[in-house]
T-cell receptor, first 112, second 114 residues
Framework: GEDVEQSLFLSVREGDSSVINCTYT??????LYWYKQEPGAGLQLLTY?????DMKQDQRLTVLLNKKDKHLSLRIADTQTGDSAIYFC????????????FGSGTKLNVKP | DSGVTQTPKHLITATGQRVTLRCSPR?????VYWYQQSLDQGLQFLIQ???????AKGNILERFSAQQFPDLHSELNLSSLELGDSALYFC?????????????FGNGTRLTVT
């Protein structure tokens, strides 16, 4: 999606924290999502955040939203080899809840 | 398990042929989306249906068509297949139009055109 940008690759060591970043352009973004895609599988919804929130934590996952800079991040604590996957961020906007703008995905490689 | 079912999982066919991909949405979801994922092109939105009616069109070729049936399952028809149509095709569903709800994806159909 041309409106949502992600870096293509991230490599971390097992046990370290991973931070996957996403930037978007539309100030009317309402919900922002993180999906995980393992090889040969579909996209699995990990978590999502409403735009009036700054942070959301769910076990090892922390989502941070900087609305001023239009920047979203997903932090994975104590990264495991099973976290190796492609991570997509996506957004929807106030004037059309039904249109999802996806980033191109960040491939996370976790080295043992 | 997302609750979205796609069949078949794999499909191998020849150029020029026609195939039908099937999707059953999560129970209670009225909206169905189709996406194409190629190796070098990320996730491309094809088309969305809501309660049997087409709601939005993306980068869907004229050779492709879709429909959503009264029982809410959907089918994506791909005809005059070309080598470049080889890709993963995903169906996703959501509750519907009235408020924001996340997409839930099926495991996809891998189409190989030879």
């Amino acid at each position: 999606g041309e409106d949502v940008e992600q870096s293509l690759f991230l490599s971390v060591r097992e046990g370290d924290s991973s931070v996957i970043n996403c930037t978007y352009t539309d100030s009317s973004s309402t919900y922002l999502y993180w999906y995980k895609q393992e090889p040969g599988a579909g996209l699995q919804l990990l978590t999502y955040i409403f735009s009036n929130m700054d942070m959301k934590q769910d076990q090892r996952l922390t989502v941070l939203l900087n609305k001023k800079d239009k920047h979203l991040s997903l932090r994975i604590a104590d990264t495991q080899t099973g976290d190796s996957a492609i991570y997509f961020c996506a957004e929807t906007r106030a004037y059309n809840f039904n249109k999802f703008y996806f980033g191109s995905g960040t491939k996370l490689n976790v080295k043992p | 398990d997302s609750g979205v079912t796609q069949t078949p999982k794999h499909l191998i066919t020849a150029t020029g042929q026609r195939v039908t991909l099937r999707c059953s949405p999560r129970s209670g979801d009225l909206s169905v989306y189709w996406y194409q994922q190629s190796l070098d092109q990320g996730l491309q939105f094809l088309i969305q249906y809501y309660n049997g009616e087409e709601r939005a069109k993306g980068n869907i070729l004229e050779r492709f068509s879709a429909q959503q049936f009264p029982d809410l399952h959907s089918e994506l028809n791909l005809s005059s297949l070309e080598l470049g149509d080889s890709a993963l095709y995903f169906c996703a569903s959501s509750v519907g139009l009235l408020y924001n709800s996340p997409l839930h994806f099926g495991n996809g159909t891998r189409l190989t055109v030879t």
